[in-house]
């Protein structure tokens, strides 16, 4: 045979491995038309196969050597790579749905095709080995049910438009050993698998083309060790099956019949099918010749026949939803045997035109280049297997991994990260680790802080330096270092956002920065402390009168201390912009401070100077500016309500001192009647959020002793500040009150 002017790389050698014999074809597409080129068949010196299962993958392998050194030899080059089908002897199959969506509208091309019935074979997949339990089951094969144009069926996705495309499709699955067998036979007679299918899928391609798979139509494929069967229906293969009955089983019927070994058996078996009458002479296992006419060897087969037939039948309705298909087409020698077809169509209820063995029909798209070979029904599934290799390259490729040997699905994706993965490899010790986390509560709310990030793993491509998405192929040799962590999580105080913020106080009239104080588990700690995990740490918006003293290097003690005019305790609790002042130790605050600062009502108001007054409103003026400041802080708000008690027990004991004062110089109450007469404790009612409240127990009412006839929840902030209206104008905490004013209390962000 010439191959003048034939590129080596555009032929396709495939290896249909059966259980009786093995058979190569090579061949070429050339405008949809496959040309075979040359072929070679070789039966099997002993049962190495049973069942479509290899048993001796040796033999099997020398068998297949013989046969690619005869294709060799048609050909005139070496042949490395070989596409390989699998027998359904163990078939799982599994139903997956897969979509692709677009950022924006675009045409379909077969790269979008290919990857899509990938995402759904990929999903399959994992379920399998999900559900598999302790076997590992690859994918031999795939056929689509469906394609979806944004949502609508279609038949051919490419060339279109869209937006979201999907499809629902039939994965089928063997077990490894199954395909390890085939592989390692291959393998061992020096060839390397260039894909992988699954032999009905292969039948089907060739015997039942596209266009008759609108049919209900079933196709059985009736090898040496199994029959194969493959449903169509609206237009795609619906479903798989098998069942382990086929050519084999005629044969040992026969050589038990006649005394037979298992070749005299099978060649008697062709024999007595091909001669319609007349006799047919062998030997026996004793020697003894005998002279058997054909129809008695065919009704000696004829109950393994009819039970294969049955089995056929039951098996073709379960896979089409309980109900028999249209049309059978049979192929495979085991389906040449008389009375098959007719007995599959009576389980059927088909006539029996309807149920017919297909060869040289439906090989009409195969053009045989080639002496000594004619179209036959034999040939549909190697054939097939060369032709689904244009359509659908699904291998398996084997790659090394820290020593371990593994194989994989070949997606044409395939990268590192895919083979660590196939031997388990811990996902963590793939990517950096980062060291212990750090977590702790501030003021009631947790925090955690994440640990330094270690190095990546350091992977290796055949000696080079590589990463998790490097491509991998066939036969690579990878290196993978688990990957390394890194430092635990740290942190000191002063690195707390709260810390960071400082509070001011205006001591003796100027403005003091203080850090905040920290607590960690109910003790002070300094800003260098260095956090563990599970403290408790709470930041206080306000210094006592002794931390102040403290952080300001002043002793106390030399001292008497006034808080926004107020006697105060080494306790006193100083808020931000609080004031602070300082008088010496022997000096009387209650003459020189109180008398001005906050008896703001009393009779001798009048009797002040200029400059008495001056200071008074200085002072006012600051407390006021200073109780603003803390209105957007409810800590600091409460400490507005101490203050006005405060106010209050003030107001009383300068009642007292002004009496004593009195009767000291003598006055009586006859010298005071053209003097300004003393207030007297009263009650006042005002309108408070539309709630009427009675104020009682006062002289004199200012804004801020709302909060002592009022509940306003200070402690739980609804907002950034606190806003207060008399009379519906915005006021200071130290504007008077009286009876029936109106005021509006609540919070603005």
């Known amino acids: 045979m010439a191959l003048q002017g034939l590129n080596q790389d555009d032929l396709v050698f495939g290896l249909d491995i059966g259980t009786r014999s093995i058979v190569g074809v090579a061949g070429y597409m050339n405008r949809n038309r496959f040309h075979v080129v040359a072929m070679a068949v070789k039966e099997h010196s002993t049962r190495a196969m049973l069942d479509g299962q290899i048993h001796d993958i040796y033999k099997v392998g020398d068998t297949i050597r013989e046969v690619k050194n005869e294709l060799e030899t048609q050909l005139g080059f070496a042949v490395k790579n070989v596409c390989i089908a699998a027998a359904g002897r163990v078939l799982k199959t599994i139903n997956q749905s897969a979509e692709m969506e677009f950022e924006e509208e675009t045409r379909i091309n077969n790269e979008h095709i290919y990857s899509l019935n990938l995402l759904a074979v990929e999903k399959a997949h994992k379920i399998m080995n999900d559900n598999g339990g302790e076997v590992n089951y690859y994918c031999v094969g795939y056929t689509a049910v469906n394609y979806r144009l944004n949502s609508f069926e279609i038949n051919n996705l490419e060339g279109h438009k869209a937006n979201k495309i999907g499809v629902e499709l039939i994965a089928t699955f063997l077990p490894e050993e199954v395909v390890d067998g085939l592989y390692e036979a291959v393998e061992y007679a020096g060839l390397s698998v260039a894909s992988l299918t699954l032999e009905p899928i292969a039948a089907m391609n060739v015997a039942i083309p596209e266009q008759f798979r609108l049919l209900n139509i079933a196709l059985v494929d009736v090898g040496a060790g199994t029959s194969d069967i493959c449903i169509t229906r609206d237009g795609s293969i619906v479903s798989y099956g098998m069942i382990p009955l086929a050519g084999d089983e005629i044969t040992e019927a026969i050589a ?12 008697l ?28 060897i065919r009704d000696a087969a004829l109950p393994v026949i009819e039970n294969m037939a049955v089995t056929t039948a039951k098996k073709i309705k379960e896979l089409n939803g309980d109900k028999a298909v ?24 088909l006539i029996a035109e309807r149920v017919a063995v297909r060869g040289p029909e439906v090989l009409s798209s195969i053009d045989f280049d080639v002496d000594n070979f004619e179209k036959d029904s034999l040939y549909v599934t190697p054939v097939g297997i060369c032709t689904n290799y244009y359509s659908q390259k699904n291998s398996f490729v084997f790659v090394n991994v820290n020593d371990q040997r593994v194989k994989l699905y070949d997606n044409n994706h395939l990268t590192v990260v895919d ?19 750090l977590e702790f509560s501030v003021n009631g709310k947790t925090r955690m802080v994440r640990g330094e990030a270690g190095d990546g793993a350091i992977v290796k491509v055949n000696g080079k330096l590589a990463n998790l998405t490097t491509p991998i192929g066939q036969s690579d040799i990878i290196e993978v270092i688990e990957s390394t962590a890194g430092a635990k999580a740290s942190m000191n105080l002063s690195s707390l956002e709260e810390f960071a913020d400082s509070l001011s106080f205006i001591v003796n009239d100027k403005k003091i920065m203080c850090p905040r104080f920290a607590y960690v588990n109910g003790k002070l700690e300094s800003q260098y402390y260095s956090i563990k995990s599970g403290d408790d740490i709470k930041m206080e918006n306000y210094y006592t009168v002794e931390q102040l003293f403290q952080f300001l290097d002043m002793d106390p003690a030399l001292h008497k201390i006034t808080v926004n005019s107020h006697p105060a305790s080494l306790t006193t609790k100083v808020y931000e912009n609080f004031n602070v002042n300082t008088y010496d130790a022997g000096q009387d605050i209650y003459a020189e401070s109180y008398a001005d600062l906050l008896d703001d009502d009393s009779s001798d108001q009048e009797h002040e100077n200029l400059s008495d007054s001056s200071v008074k409103e200085e002072k006012v003026g600051q407390h006021s500016a200073a109780s603003k400041a803390n209105a957007s802080s409810a800590a600091d708000m409460a400490g507005k309500a101490e203050k006005s008690s405060a106010l209050d027990e003030g107001s009383k004991q300068d009642d007292l001192n002004q009496t004593a004062d009195n009767q000291a110089q003598g006055i009586d109450h006859a010298q005071e009647a053209d003097q ?50 008399l009379n519906g104008l915005e006021a200071e905490y130290m504007a008077p009150l009286n009876d029936s004013d109106v005021i509006e209390i609540f919070w603005e962000n």
């Open 419 to 437: 083979a660590v993965m196939q031997i388990g490899f811990p996902n963590e010790k793939l990517f950096p680790r980062r060291g212990q986390e």
């Open 676 to 725: 300004e007469p003393v207030k007297q404790i009263h009650t006042i009612k005002v309108l408070i959020n539309g709630q009427s409240v009675t104020m009682t127990g006062k002289t004199d009412y200012v804004l801020v002793n709302l909060f002592d006839f009022y509940k306003f929840d200070l402690s739980k902030p609804q907002g950034n500040r606190v806003v207060i209206k």
């Open 269 to 296: 078996k062709r024999e007595a099918n091909a001669k319609k009458n007349g006799l047919v002479t062998f030997k026996d296992i004793m020697g003894i010749s005998q002279k058997v006419h054909a129809t008695e």
């Open 326 to 349: 249209s049309a059978v087409f049979v192929v495979g020698g085991g389906g040449k045997m008389t009375g098959y077809t007719d007995k599959l169509a009576d389980e059927l209820g």
């Open 256 to 267: 038990k019949a006649y005394l037979l070994d298992f070749n005299t058996a099978d060649r």
